[in-house]
């Protein structure tokens, strides 16, 4: 980051640039500031944009090769190409002989660091990545922008808040302007603002029904997958990040035995890395047995929503009665505290 930020302070910027990594809202960010210090707001003669999987390579070539009009140089931005994952033999071959009059930016989700095309783009260009921001940064983000509203929290307080939000950036910033909107007459932000403004990340309230599920409190569990309901959360949503969570709680215990660091646990589990501890406290109230079991039963009911044996809602009131009353000897019987609607 702090080398596309030189070289926009500079005005020398390299012929190709790679923008990768998890952290979307910083991907977003640094993609418009390189577009707006390259080409004007108005150019759409020298500012070209491509898109998704169909993106022919050797078109962008030819673009390239075109000089620009009245201009220093040519813009074209590609998104979400997948050419970092399945290589592009002709443009890892051409990287190295963009001319100077252009500049390419791709913006990629995946990327393939042994491919010939990030080697070529990062030989010749910048490749920078952009993952997950760890608490301490999220802090640090969080109090600027507060200290230039000049408004003030405690300790305490932006941890709840960033309980509420979790690490997306994306998310972070909306949740932070209704907060400095709703508290516009106040100095100190407080933990009743939060409670009153910031919305609970549904996968909080996921996280919060598996720890039920382990203390086997099907109740306390099967009320929040209800509370999800009445949000209008789509069940075979619920039902995925369930048996997501069971399939992090599985890697992490495995991971745990084999005494892997946290940082490469986070990474290899897909969770920011000051994530890790609560979720080995949660993988601790399951057996590898169990959490294996939970995401088989997952798939299971998965597939009979699909072919039609079961309504959608059932099928999680049932992984859940399921794996909440096993350790307690319990039977699967679906519950009728909420009734099931039929689609």
């Given at each position: 980051?702090?080398t596309?930020?030189e070289?926009?302070k500079?005005?020398q910027f390299?012929r190709?640039?790679?923008?990768y ?8 960010q ?5 577009k ?5 707001p ?9 898109e998704?999987?169909?993106?022919d390579?050797?078109?962008l ?7 620009p ?6 813009l ?11 290589s ?5 071959k051409?990287?190295?002989d963009?001319p100077?009059?252009t500049?390419?930016?791709f913006?990629?989700?995946e990327?393939?660091k ?5 080697k070529?783009?990062n030989?010749t260009?910048r490749?920078?990545?952009f993952?997950f ?11 600027g922008?507060l ?14 808040f960033?309980?509420?939000t979790g690490t997306?950036?994306g ?8 907060l ?8 100190v ?9 910031c919305?609970?990340r ?5 996280f ?5 599920i382990?203390?086997r409190?099907?109740?306390r569990a ?5 509370d999800l ?7 075979m949503r ?5 048996c997501r ?8 215990k ?8 946290n940082?490469?646990m986070?990474?290899r589990?897909?969770?920011?890395p000051?994530?890790v ?11 590898f047995e ?8 997952g ?5 009979d929503?699909k ?7 059932l099928?999680?009131?049932l992984?859940i ?12 019987v679906a ?9």
């Amino acid at each position: 980051m702090k080398t596309i930020d030189e070289d926009i302070k500079t005005g020398q910027f390299a012929r190709a640039y790679l923008l990768y990594g998890e952290e979307n809202y910083l991907k977003q960010q640094y993609k418009r500031k390189l577009k707006d210090a390259l080409v004007p707001p108005d150019d759409t003669m020298n500012f070209s944009r491509c898109e998704g999987k169909e993106t022919d390579p050797l078109a962008l070539i030819d673009l390239s090769e075109t000089l620009p009009f009245f201009a220093e140089r040519r813009l074209i931005l590609i998104e979400d190409s997948g050419f970092f994952k399945n290589s592009s033999e002709e443009l890892a071959k051409y990287v190295p002989d963009i001319p100077p009059t252009t500049c390419m930016v791709f913006v990629e989700r995946e990327v393939d660091k042994r491919g010939k095309l990030y080697k070529a783009v990062n030989k010749t260009g910048r490749a920078v990545e952009f993952p997950f921001q760890n608490e301490q940064i999220l802090t640090r983000w969080i109090l600027g922008r507060l200290k230039k509203e000049q408004k003030k929290i405690t300790q305490p307080v932006l941890k709840m808040f960033l309980e509420k939000t979790g690490t997306d950036m994306g998310n972070i910033d909306r949740e932070l302007e209704k907060l400095l909107c709703y508290t516009l007459e106040k100095d100190v932000i407080e933990a009743a603002d939060i409670e009153a403004v910031c919305t609970e990340r549904i996968s909080n309230q996921i996280f919060e029904m598996v720890n039920a599920i382990g203390r086997r409190e099907r109740k306390r569990a099967l009320s929040l997958y209800y509370d999800l309901l009445a949000l209008k959360e789509p069940p075979m949503r619920i039902l995925f990040l369930i048996c997501r969570q069971f399939r992090i709680l599985l890697d992490l215990k495995s991971m745990g035995q084999a005494h892997i660091d946290n940082k490469t646990m986070a990474q290899r589990a897909g969770i920011p890395p000051f994530a890790v501890k609560k979720n080995l406290e949660q993988a601790a109230a399951f057996s590898f047995e169990e959490l294996k079991r939970a995401i088989q039963e997952g798939v299971a009911y998965e597939t009979d929503v699909k072919t039609g044996k079961l309504a959608d809602q059932l099928a999680v009131e049932l992984l859940i009665v399921s794996d909440a009353g096993r350790a307690a000897g319990q039977g699967v019987v679906a519950p009728s505290a909420a009734p099931v609607q039929e689609k």
